[in-house]
């Protein structure tokens, strides 16, 4: 069970929650088909569209994409994904895809 608790910063900033593992989840406008981000700063978006059976479905799935960055397996920059030391070219996957590595385990455990 997830609980997501309301928060809001009072100077130029957008609402927050956060879950019970104490991980941010900010909800903002993410690209057409991504319901969610995991952020190696430990924060997830969240699409601010995501009903509440979605929003506990994307923190669960970005979850383990956060266990998988803390265990090392997996990070990223603007052009790559790095899995467990194998690169793989964000212009040639399909962000998501449930054929890649890393989103085998979450689709897997989540």
Known sequence: MVLVVEVRK?????PITETSKNRPIIKKDLEPGIMAEANDDGTTFVSKDASPAQLKSAVAHEEVHHDQMK???LSYTDKEV????KK???ASMKEGAHELPWEREAYKNK
Do not use: A, L, P, Q
């Open 10 to 14: 009072v100077e130029n900033s957008r």
């Open 71 to 73: 265990r090392g397996d």
């Open 82 to 85: 790095t899995w467990k030391g």
């Open 88 to 90: 793989f070219s964000r």
